[in-house]
DNA sequence: CTCATCCTGCGATGTACGTCACACTGTGGT
DNA sequence: ACCACAGTGTGACGTACATCGCAGGATGAG
């Protein structure tokens, strides 16, 4: 593991709470995944305790109705985490994990992070902070799911991916989400072909420009105005 | 406080870490709110830091859209808890919390429970097991706003209900959850109108009898086929 | 280079559900 | 006992979006 390994890591809800000794001893026990595009990391239904951080690339979480249509809970990036649910509610995985692009992560199992937070309470603190955020986060999705029209949740779910890996560039943000069109719709909660239709009018007004598996945001503001 | 409170407060998520002298302890730090129907607890972008276990009686929690439509997160009965989320993630309040019925509710601040929490690590992660179950619920139910239609979602709502408040009756599950039809659009996505018409559909087949706020179910294994 | 496969773009058609309108019923307040 | 008003029941109508169909590009494996 590399220094930008470390300082990724740290950024995480897990590392944050502790001091350098603290983090130094947990990162000792962090086991590296690697995964190329595609690749699944674990499945929904299968047992598992372990718990990732993302070091580099993205990966999704998905979930699979009984029918085979799919509905996408989150793309993750570096220093976000993913799978702690199973490992504080021991259950079967609810959701599968597959890589977005390549990418490595730092794992940690139940038996490693366990001992862990009895020696570290404070850890437990912020993990609860981390859940607590993500179920506001989520709450706010379900009501968007309500109230807000497919193109408006298109525009969100743009501004999110921009905010967490859009780069500026040089005539706005460069957004490279790495995610096709019909995965950008099960993350909204809509058929692939509106939201093409909703990117396609928001690139004729002038607002962004489609590029594989990116967009380049021009208009950042029109775009905000259109998500409420 | 009498013996019943003592008894649902005991299987809250907080308590239930707890041994016999703890409980003792974080109860003596309680205080007890009153509450009649449609009265609200707190609102939506409130300041707020304290944390509630109901007692007795029902609380909704809401969200208001911008143009003042609402969305009900959810509905709490006895042992249940809420409002924890600003306390680990200090941030204004994001749902409103209204009475259904007549209620009585059991509070903690924050600085009645920070305390508590260091002294008692487990309940640290009897916290995060809650968290992480409400967390997967909710996950639940994003999909089901996307992949099931209204009746469907109806009936799914109606079975949580019956689980959770549903008294056996002589001619089947006597669910007094002591709703509005509009309250159980709003949890459910839905407008009034196809709710009722989705409840009127399922008395006509038999399933169910429609009371004042309340539903006899007849036969549940039919609603548990139209759930999924 | 070449073919197969994945991804994108976009029109035509159907439908579930929201909105509107209105009538009926129960309930609680003075 | 009355009226007001909140809650329920149901039809007529419009529309946002899913579904279907197909065509044009991009991508990558051999």
New binding site residues.
């Given amino acids: 593991m590399n220094d930008r390994d470390v300082e990724v890591l740290g950024r995480a809800p897990l590392f944050e709470a502790l001091d350098e000794e603290g983090a130094k001893a947990l990162r000792a026990i962090v086991s590296e995944v690697h995964l190329s595009r595609g690749q699944t990391l674990f499945s929904e239904d299968q047992e598992g305790d372990r718990l990732y951080v993302v070091l580099e690339g993205k990966i999704k979480l998905t979930r699979t109705a009984p029918d085979g249509r799919e509905n996408l809970l989150s793309v993750l990036g570096p220093s976000e985490m993913f799978g702690e649910l199973s490992l504080f509610d021991p259950r079967p995985r609810t959701a599968s994990a597959i890589a977005v692009t390549e990418a490595r992560l730092a794992a940690l199992g139940h038996s490693d992070l366990w001992p862990f937070l009895k020696g570290h309470p404070e850890i437990s603190i912020h993990l609860l902070r981390a859940l607590a955020q993500r179920l506001r986060r989520t709450n706010e999705n379900m009501a968007d799911l309500v109230f807000t ?3 408006g949740r298109v525009a969100k779910a743009l501004l999110d991916l921009a905010e967490r890996f859009g780069q500026p560039s040089e005539s706005g943000l460069h957004v490279h989400h790495d995610l ?3 995965e950008l719709a099960q993350l909204v ?6 939201v ?2 909703a ?2 009018d928001f690139a004729q007004r002038g607002w962004l420009r ?1 590029e ?2 990116a967009v380049q945001v021009l208009d950042i503001d029109r775009l905000r105005k259109r998500s409420r």
Avoid: F, M
């Fill in positions: 029209d497919v193109p096709t069109q019909e909660g809509a058929s692939r072909e509106t093409n239709k990117l396609a489609i594989a598996r």
